[in-house]
């Protein structure tokens, strides 16, 4: 192909008078070239006037279009590959042709079958949400980060929040937090069908709500929409998000020593991209997130309770089973029938009106979760369980704790571990700092049992000095005071005692 240079000199030599003949002989071009350069000014490309045609392949294309229509229904990675297709016919069909044809009609069909897209403007006031995934260290541990992504189309403006799992009360979190960082609630928002949203889509494309959803969107009177099942360009603006966050949030791997540490970060992340005017637009991001927010409507009074409900019941060692996981309730409600309250962080349980124990939520499977308090009542009855129980095995108590048991134990023996159950249960009704304050003083004064350590942590809490009476303690060493006489008080005086 010659250049445009070319063509240039060629067409301004003949343009000055030259002949298409000599012009072909000075620049050693075909005339039929130099004909060519006078009719275009630039080249023109090369140009099929007729279809390529392909003599081996025509009488198998049938075969090839029913093959790859048959993979509509199969699972992309089980599809037919080119050469796949190539090796068939060789194989079954007796086609002599090479690969490469082959692989160019594939190629060309797969052209033709691809979507094309409308350009879509986005009214003020409303959003889309969605899950993404990326990797996150927590606290020196490498967790997969669930994160959910709010985006408003109009303006570009953003929230991301993240989780250990994309439960349905993580979905209905991030919203109430979403809501929270715009301090407003949009007029409808576009999700897809996950099934922590979608129960069921029904046959007339109507969809089944999931319950704590549907009571969610109750709450804040939201207009609910929704893309088709695997299209995800239906709700393009909050995918590009995801895509967005997880290039630029998340590399390199986000490490902080808690989720909440984490979230605060992604939320000023959001609120710092604002500040940005993307390609097309002249404004920023927060000047069109005006528009956004007028046309939205005002929070409700107080937000939604984000949790999931369920029912159980205690089993014979106070454990009560939630999404696999078993949490402990005192022993006091043992075989009863309980409620639980599954947020995003703890895991609540009652029992009628009655909150009876709050536990941290776990995310692993068949994990049991004690409170140690929950068993003291009972292990004080059956002591000798004491060294064995499975809640107690991972207590680490403050040591002053284990030199209170050690010294209780060795003046009063099995007697003494009991009553070291009894100070342990006082963490039922005070705090693990002020109970250790009281052990640090009931062992500083030598007063080592039950009463003393309850009298100088109510001190403790309420404040005031202690006043222990020593004679209620017959197994405490009693130190022997004598009265102080005149004489002796004389003789310090004189100077005469050393």
Sequence with gaps: MFTVDMYRKVRLTCAEGMSQREAARRFGISRDSVKKMLSFSVPPGYRRTSPMKRPKLDGFTEIIDAWIDADRSIHRKQRHTAKRVFERLRDEHGFTGGYTIVKDYMRE???????????????????????????????????????FAFDLPHSDACYIRAYPAATSEAWVDGHAHAFGFFGRVPVSVLYDNDKCLVAQILPDGTRKRARLFSGFLSHYLIRDRYGRPGKGNDKGGVEGLVGYVRRNFMVPVPRFPSWVALNAWLEERCRKRQDDVLRGHTETIRGRLARDLDAMVEL???????????????????????????????????????????????????????????????????????????????????????????????????????????????????????????????????????????????????????????????????????????????????????????????????????
């Design 300 to 498: 409700p009074p107080a937000p939604f309770d984000a949790c999931d409900q369920a029912a159980g019941r205690v089993n014979s060692q106070a454990l009560v089973r939630y999404k696999t996981n078993d949490y402990s309730v005192p022993v006091a409600y043992g075989h009863r029938e309980v409620w639980l309250r599954g947020y995003v962080d703890e895991v609540a349980i009652g029992c009628g009106g009655d909150l009876i124990a709050r536990h941290p939520r776990s995310y692993e499977r068949e994990d049991v979760i004690f409170d140690p308090v929950h068993y003291l009542p009972l292990i004080e009855q059956k002591i000798n369980a004491f060294d064995q129980a499975a809640p107690l095995a991972e207590w680490n108590l403050p040591p002053e704790f284990e030199t209170l048991r050690r010294l209780m134990e060795a003046r009063m023996l099995k007697a003494g571990r009991r009553e070291f159950v009894q100070v342990l249960r006082l963490l039922e009704a005070f705090a693990l700092d002020d109970l250790h304050a009281a052990v640090n003083t009931a062992l500083r004064m030598g007063a080592i049992g039950f009463d003393a350590v309850k009298h100088l942590v109510l001190c403790q809490v309420e404040r005031r000095p202690p006043k222990l009476d020593l004679d209620v303690y017959p197994y405490l060493p009693r130190a022997d005071v004598a009265k102080t006489s005149a004489a002796s008080y004389m003789s310090l005086v004189s100077g005469e005692v050393r």
């Design 109 to 147: 069909h797969e052209r033709r079958g691809r979507e094309m897209f409308v350009p879509l403007t986005h009214p003020p006031g409303h959003a889309q949400a969605d899950f993404g995934e990326a990797l996150v260290i927590i606290d020196g541990v490498e967790r997969k980060a669930h994160f």
